[in-house]
């Protein structure tokens, strides 16, 4: 049997060669960090739920014609997804002030925001992804005008499908990050919507009870990661054995 190709190993994935020309393959690890990896365990079963979430997520987007990455899923654990040049940016978008926004303004964790804010941090862990400003970006060529435009546009409607979404099952989402890809179709190079999205990337916090469904759980030692992404899950009716009644997108 011919061994695989490792391409690259994340935090919380390892990407290998695809098996078509252009494609790669996604491995989502059960391993959990925070803090740029100053904190880390392993967290049995993330890894199955965060690919089964990432891919109802993007087959939504997809649905909706927000391109991003997702081919199809191979298995429990491995998805297959486009080969891109990922932009060396972290996209965030808020909705409610928490985490980092609430600490830099001072602003009570849970605010509502007067219009989502969108922020970027340059992806660099060894400098703890610091926030820039599209002077940066620009200065630095990280981006063009042109890509920056695009990428806002991703971003909000990434957002306005996500809290959607996470409200119809009683969720809301208070913020989110996401990766941008370019990939090229001849001489043509288009932005779409890369890496993935999952309670790992978003704070999902549930509306009646303020319940924490996402990282923080982790992060802040609040109980059960893999519990909160079940309950995630089990409401968008992801989990193959989840009683709701809802279309799904399991397949
Ligand atoms: O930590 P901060 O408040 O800036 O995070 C904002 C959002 O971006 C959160 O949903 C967090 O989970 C996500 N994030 C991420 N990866 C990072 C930094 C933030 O997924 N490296």
Not at 24 to 39: G, L, M, P, S
Not at 88 to 111: F, Q
Request: charge should be negative.
């Amino acid at each position: 049997m011919a061994r695989r190709k490792k391409i690259y190993e994340g935090k919380a994935k390892i990407l290998y060669e695809g098996t078509e020309p252009g494609t790669i393959v996604q491995y989502f690890k059960d391993d959990a960090t925070a803090f740029n990896a100053e904190k880390k365990d392993v967290i049995d079963g993330k890894g199955v739920l965060n690919n089964r979430l990432s891919e109802y997520f993007m087959t939504g987007l997809t649905q909706i014609g927000v391109p991003n990455h997702f081919i199809r899923r191979l298995n429990m654990r491995e998805q297959l997804v486009r080969n891109c040049e990922i932009v060396p940016l972290e996209v965030i978008v808020r909705n409610y002030a928490a985490g980092t926004m609430s600490k830099r303004l001072g602003i009570a964790e849970g605010t509502q925001l007067p219009r989502p804010i969108v922020e970027y941090c340059y992806k660099d862990d060894s400098l703890g992804d610091p926030l820039v400003t599209e002077e940066h970006i620009a200065a630095f060529g990280w981006a063009s005008q042109q890509d920056m435009d695009d990428i806002l546009s991703l971003a909000l409607r990434v957002n306005d499908f996500m809290s959607g979404v996470m409200l119809a099952v009683g969720i809301r989402l208070v913020d989110f990050k996401i990766e941008i890809g370019r990939v090229f179709d001849g001489d043509y190079q288009r932005l779409i919507v890369a890496d993935e999205i999952s309670p790992d990337s978003c704070r999902l916090w549930d509306i009646e009870t303020g319940q924490k469904l996402d990282k923080d759980v982790f992060r802040r030692d609040l109980g059960n990661l893999t519990d909160a992404y079940s309950e995630v899950a089990r409401r968008l009716g992801v989990l193959p054995n989840s009683n709701v009644t809802k279309p799904t997108l399991i397949n």
